[in-house]
């Protein structure tokens, strides 16, 4: 497959895939996938699962049941509700489903030690004065989709900047933003999704592999982590696994964001200073 091609499937396929995001939960039909990437369903089965390693209704399911795996270590709702909340119809189909991924019942996979348990009592507390609250509106992205490790992620930076400079979409006045979705204690490594972006209000055709993803307006925990962009994950752990337990507040479904407030070519690294921003559930 040429270059331009593969990149212009996969751009469809992140158009898709951002589709799903916001309606996993729905009664998904691969036809209706199909339809936003702009496929034939006969084709658009063999490309999804090209792409991303997996069968459109596997990878649905798996997002469900990641999606209930976190509200089961992240919320007190009882095992029926969050099966019900996370797109199944019975409280046994859905243990047999979570039982089958993730090799143990939903009551005992909650009675288990989240893995970043451990990690987070090493981490110093985030402080009441270091998290703020924030109710903000939605914001439209132009980004680039990636799928597979974080270690991977300064060369999806590096391959982003370098097509938005290209095209004249980035002069330097632009918000920079990373959404990330997944927890890398729940997603395998080679299926964690995460996209590269800026804010833009653009909306002039784009091409592949950029494509425009909505994220949806709402409240937010904002942390700021300053320092070598190798060390977030200590202030992801610090708000998502201290924070929000310690003051219980709710966190959401929805993906965390990243906003560079500045940028490595700007300042010393150590100077670098990063807002997390992770969902909070409405009540």
């Known amino acids: 497959m040429r270059a331009s091609t593969h990149a212009s499937y996969r751009a469809r396929i992140d158009r898709a895939r951002a589709w799903l995001d916001d309606h996993v939960l729905e ?56 099966a019900l909340d996370s797109g199944f119809g019975s409280h046994e189909g859905f243990t047999r ?3 089958a991924h993730f ?31 924030r109710d903000a509106q939605g914001l439209t ?72 993803r909505k994220v949806p307006g709402g409240r937010w925990a904002v942390a700021v982590h300053e320092g070598s962009y190798a060390t977030l994950s200590q202030t992801y752990l610090r708000l998502v696994g201290g924070w929000f337990p310690s003051t219980g507040t709710p966190l959401g479904d929805g993906p965390c964001l990243e906003f560079y407030l500045n940028l490595p070519h700007e300042v010393p690294e150590s100077e670098l200073r990063t807002e997390v921003w992770a969902p909070v559930r409405r009540a």
């Not at 090209?50 to 999606?67: A, F, H, K, W, Y």
Request: glycine letters at 6%; charged letters at 25%.
């Open 103 to 133: 090799g143990s019942a939903p009551s005992v996979f909650r009675e288990q030690p989240h893995p970043r348990e451990a990690r987070t009592r090493e981490m110093p507390p985030l402080q009441p004065a270091q998290v703020q609250l």
């Open 27 to 82: 009664d998904v039909r691969p036809a209706d996938l199909a339809k936003v990437a702009h496929f034939s369903p006969h084709h658009f089965h063999r490309v999804f699962r090209g792409v991303t390693g997996e069968s459109v209704m596997e990878c649905v399911r798996r997002l469900r049941l990641e999606r209930a795996a976190r509200r089961l270590h992240h919320s007190e709702a009882s095992v029926l509700s969050i």
């Open 141 to 212: 992205m132009t980004c680039m989709g990636h799928q597979g490790s974080f270690a991977e992620a300064p060369g999806v930076w590096q391959d982003f900047m370098a097509k938005v400079a290209s095209q004249g979409l980035f002069d330097g006045s632009q918000q920079l933003v990373g959404r990330y979705p997944d927890d890398p204690d729940i997603t395998p490594p080679d299926r964690m999704r995460y996209d590269v972006g800026l804010i833009s209000d653009n909306d002039n055709p784009l091409p592949p592999p950029l494509f425009r």
């Open 97 to 99: 489903a979570f039982t």
